[in-house]
């Protein structure tokens, strides 16, 4: 089945450490998004990317990055410059072609300890 | 860009139907309504989506207003499984650059 998968599910990370969250699809979606989501909070953006070697910032890019170098993946990158990184982040696609919406991931819990 | 208004919170007993209101009175003649719930630690699961007319899924209806300012989504018999936050977004359904906001949402509890 066809589908968009993060890993890994729970992530621990010490202070001043970069650490590199996974998001791939296999859907043959166009755009991909990051999403943060703090306690009680709705979704923040993060980065998106529409097509392939290209992305853009979102409202909360500031200490974090990303690339877009193949169509399935698109992988997010928090650096030592994110200074609350502690959040549960969410990776969406979506067919730029088609009305139906976004399909997200289950989603990585990032703890800093 | 349309914007949508939830209420924060609403509960509802089990085998019962839950009604979700949203507001969404900017919204454009190309703009689609759309319905997404998460449950606790998980990503957003997409129910439904309409533009004008009301649509049924297997999950739910939708019930546009004939102006289009404002939708419910309707869970016809709501179960302990549908306690989740419901988010309501607008956004033009093909191409274009638009990220949609997700809010708060509607924190639905079902109660047995």
């Known amino acids: 089945d066809g589908g968009i998968t993060q890993s890994p599910k729970y992530l621990f990370r010490k202070e001043g450490q970069n650490v590199t969250l996974s998001c791939e699809q296999n859907?043959?979606?166009?755009?991909m998004y990051w999403y943060r989501q703090d306690p009680g909070q709705g979704l923040r953006l993060i980065y998106y990317s529409q097509i392939v070697n290209d992305f853009q910032k979102g409202d909360i890019a500031e200490g974090y990055s990303v690339s877009r170098e193949k169509k399935e993946s698109f992988p997010l990158t928090v650096t030592s410059a994110q200074k609350n990184p502690t959040a549960f982040y969410l990776c969406?696609?979506?067919?730029?072609?088609?009305?139906?919406?976004?399909?997200f991931g289950s989603g990585t819990r990032l703890t800093v300890v | 860009d349309a914007k949508t208004t939830q209420p924060t919170s609403m509960d509802c007993a089990e085998g019962r139907a839950a009604n979700l209101p949203c507001n969404h009175s900017?919204?454009?003649?190309?703009?689609?309504v759309y319905w997404y719930r998460q449950i606790h630690s998980q990503g957003p699961q997409y129910i439904i989506h309409g533009l004008k007319n009301n649509e049924t899924n297997e999950m739910a209806s939708l019930i546009i207003t004939e102006d289009r300012k404002s939708s419910t989504l309707i869970l016809p018999h709501a179960t302990l499984r549908d306690t989740a936050v419901y988010y309501c977004i607008v956004r033009v359904g093909v191409g274009g650059s638009y990220i949609p906001t997700f809010g708060r949402g509607t924190s639905l509890i079902v109660h047995p």
């Open positions: 900017t919204i454009s003649g190309n703009e689609y």
């Open positions: 969406a696609s979506r067919n730029r072609t088609a009305s139906y919406g976004y399909t």
């Open positions: 859907l043959n979606h166009d755009a």
